[in-house]
Structures are given as structure tokens and as C-alpha cells.
């Protein structure tokens, strides 16, 4: 069983910052890609950024020069930080991980529960 636990979610006007974080643990080997999507209300779940284990970030074009997301490998954490939010930033932002859970063994897409991201403008 793989764990993810975000947090730092929260209401902000526009123009404030937000940094999210989210924990993996349990039986992890070793996390190949982690990642945060976001979910509008009535829309699909789309990527915000992602980053592979020891990589660089990439971002979708809405976020890019606003948005940073970054890793600790030592903690199995990643991080968000959101920076000039905007109103369309708003939704429930998911903390999605490809873990491997061990040798020779395929990694796994796992999911946190979310947090929500409330911008008012």
C-alpha cells in the first residue's frame, strides 16, 4: 500500500502564493515521476506539473513562470509552490506518484485525496 497526503491547500486573493506538499509512504521502492493535477469544478483532471525523480519540472503553458514544483527524494516528498494565483487556478489539486513498489516490478499511478484551491479575485 502506497499513502500520498497533500496539503497547504487554502483561500487566497489573486495575486497570492499557496505551497502544497505531498507525503508518499508506505511500500515504495522508489518513485519514478511525481505530479500535481488540477480538477475545476464540471472539468477533467489535467496536469499542472510534473517532475521525473531527479529531473526537471515541466508545466503546463498556464502556469509556466508562476508555478514551480519541486522533490525531495530523501522524504518521498513533492512540492508546489504557486505564486501570482489566479482566479482560474482554483480547484482541488491532486498529488499523483509513479511508484515503484520493488525490484523488477512495474511501477504504480497513485493518488492523494486532494486539496482545494480557492481563488477570489
Known amino acids: 500500500q502506497v499513502q500520498l497526503v497533500e496539503s497547504g491547500g487554502g483561500s487566497v486573493q489573486a495575486g497570492g502564493s499557496l505551497n502544497l506538499s505531498c507525503a508518499a509512504s508506505?511500500?515504495?521502492?522508489?518513485?519514478?515521476?511525481m505530479g500535481w493535477y488540477r480538477q475545476a469544478p464540471g472539468k477533467q483532471r489535467e496536469l499542472v506539473a510534473g517532475?521525473?525523480?531527479?529531473?526537471?519540472?515541466n508545466y503546463a503553458d498556464s502556469v509556466k513562470g508562476r508555478f514551480t514544483i519541486s522533490e525531495d527524494n530523501a522524504k518521498n516528498m513533492v512540492y508546489l509552490q504557486m505564486n501570482s494565483l489566479k482566479p482560474e487556478d482554483a480547484g482541488v489539486y491532486y498529488c499523483?506518484?509513479?511508484?515503484?513498489?520493488?525490484?523488477?516490478?512495474?511501477?504504480?499511478?497513485?493518488w492523494g485525496q486532494g486539496t482545494q484551491v480557492t481563488v477570489s479575485s
Open positions: 508506505g511500500s515504495i521502492f522508489s518513485i519514478n515521476y
Open positions: 499523483g506518484t509513479d511508484v515503484q513498489p520493488g525490484v523488477a516490478r512495474p511501477p504504480r499511478r497513485h
Open positions: 517532475i521525473m525523480s531527479g529531473g526537471t519540472g
